[in-house]
């Protein structure tokens, strides 16, 4: 009954929120952080029902609502100057998002994936209306009709145990309670449905073209959590059902070749969105072998640094598209050969570009540099008593960290280097996009703190203690960099006496 409450009471704050965004924009905002806010609150408080992972995916999905409410109600401000229509499609592509994290029935969950569906096709449109059919029907095709075909396998496996109705009005914590076994083929049919969404090997050509021809920040919601509904399946899934062993195994696999082409390609696009799109399937690839690693080993640590991993990425990328879309609110080009200095532009955008490249490189105090130092260190100590398998998958994150520190090197030339200097005159950048950029970049500095505090009960203690003592001295010296002097500095041209710029 509360969770109904509070489900309606969001819905109708945040669309309240979206048809005035034109005429209350600050009552507007408060709407709309309200209604995002509260599933996270009915998920902390109200847990009945809900299975343990769910409350992870609802925090991602809030801190990534908020950042893109704002921000793109900013960025279609300098566009279009009214905002009502784009942000009442993003916002209810948002709210469903929460709704389908924070589902406590199947009905529940089926029902607001499906709605899911048909709202991302219409953000596929958005902006350039016909000419990206063909991208909604590969969308359609690729990602969708899998990913319900699991979900309504899912649906009449489990009518099939408990009747039609108890299906759709039994809670996920009782499901778990007693789980079916399933045939390996009823299993093959879910797990191709939810390893497409979340883009991996071999049915992952719909990523790299859905999301760079998405609009701006229909793409962050893609990457930062339309992916993750895949990941969110497959838990699910392995909650409620018992199937054979050996198909986490082929998730394993499929999710080392992702994570090496995927982090790979990325270095070879000149395309910011492209880069951005298959840094994505990397990070699947990722998401993946950890999942593997978490239902065949069950160790808590490594569920956790799952969690965790899945808030990193999706709260990165989707920072990451943002900010690629005030690239083209710059420059109007993503071809990074055409991008150049932009800091000399607007240097207020320094700081978050910064975050986003420590983030993918890997580099202190940055939940990034945890995140991958944890994933080496969580798999290597598998490796006495596991062997072969966690060897190679060690030597295969080192490889994908490294094609990480390419291409993020790219995304900072962006701003502090590059092949040509943009020297068209700044436009506008609106308050909302430059709070929204270090909201998320504050949140990226916090986040690993809470990840070993919330991780240090199942590691051992000197481990904990060492990144704690590395976070804080990192996240110390990172501060006074930024207020001893800035990262970037802009100097005055020089002249010869010639007039001529030495």
């Known amino acids: 009954m509360i969770h109904g409450i509070i ?48 409350k992870y995916f609802v925090v991602l999905a809030t801190l990534v609502s908020v950042a893109v409410t704002l921000h793109s109600e900013g960025y279609y401000r300098v566009i279009y100057g009214k905002v009502s229509y784009q942000q009442s499609l993003l916002n209810t592509v948002l709210v469903t998002v929460l709704t389908v994290f924070n589902a406590r029935l199947l009905g529940e969950f089926v029902i607001g994936l499906l709605l899911l569906d048909l709202l991302l096709i219409l953000v596929i449109l958005m902006d350039k209306g016909a000419e990206n059919y063909g991208i909604a029907i590969y969308y359609i095709v690729l990602s969708t009709i899998p990913a319900d075909m699991a979900v309504l396998t899912m649906w009449a496996t489990i009518a099939q145990n408990y009747g039609l109705e108890a299906s759709l009005t039994t809670s996920f914590s009782t499901l778990a309670l007693h789980k079916i076994s399933i045939h390996p083929l009823v299993a093959t049919l879910i797990l191709i449905g939810y390893t497409t969404k979340l883009g991996l090997f071999p049915l992952h050509i719909w990523l790299p073209i859905v999301h760079p021809e998405a609009p701006k920040h229909g793409s962050a919601i893609l990457s930062g ?57 990397g990070h ?22 799952l969690y965790f991993y899945i808030i990193y990425h999706g709260v990165v990328k989707a920072h990451a598209f943002m900010n690629a879309a005030l690239m083209d609110q710059l420059a109007n080009t993503y071809d990074i050969y055409k991008l150049g200095y932009l800091g000399q532009l607007y240097r207020s955008l320094i700081i978050p570009a910064f975050n986003i ?10 939940y990034g540099f945890m995140m991958k130092l944890m994933l080496l260190i969580t798999i290597i100590l598998l490796i006495p008593s596991l062997g072969i398998i966690p ?10 960290a490294v094609f ?43 986040l ?24 804080a001295i990192s996240l110390l010296m990172y501060t006074w960099i930024l207020f001893r002097k800035p990262i970037y500095k802009t100097g005055e041209p020089k002249y010869w006496l010639s007039g001529v710029e030495q």
């Open 7 to 54: 489900t309606s009471a969001s819905y109708i704050l945040v669309l309240t929120g979206s048809a005035t965004s034109d005429s209350l924009t600050r009552l507007s905002r408060v709407l709309r952080v309200i209604g995002f806010a509260l599933p996270l609150i009915d998920t902390l408080f109200n847990p009945a029902g809900l299975l343990d992972f769910q």
């Open 225 to 281: 959590l339309i992916i993750k509904m895949g990941v969110f399946g497959l838990l699910l899934a392995s909650m409620i059902f018992t199937y054979p062993g050996y198909m986490n195994y082929i998730i394993l696999v499929q999710g080392a070749i992702t994570a090496l082409y995927g982090s790979f390609a990325a270095t070879l696009q000149k395309d910011i969105r492209r880069l951005l799109a298959y840094s994505s399937l």
């Open 284 to 305: 699947a690839g990722v998401i993946a072998i950890l999942y593997s690693f978490s239902i065949l080993y069950g160790d808590p640590l490594i569920s956790y640094l």
């Open 357 to 366: 490249f420590m983030n993918f490189a890997g580099i202190p105090p940055s």
């Open 391 to 400: 060897l190679l998958t060690s030597i295969i994150i080192i490889v994908v």
């Open 404 to 446: 990480s520190i390419l291409y993020s090197i790219k995304i900072i030339g962006c701003y502090i280097g590059g092949y040509r200097k943009v020297v068209k005159p700044p436009v506008k950048v609106m308050e909302e996009e430059l709070f929204s950029e270090y909201y998320i970049a504050f949140i990226t500095l916090i």
């Open 448 to 471: 690993p703190i809470i990840y070993i505090a919330l991780s240090m009960e199942y590691m051992p203690g000197y481990l904990a203690i060492t990144l704690l003592l590395l976070e």
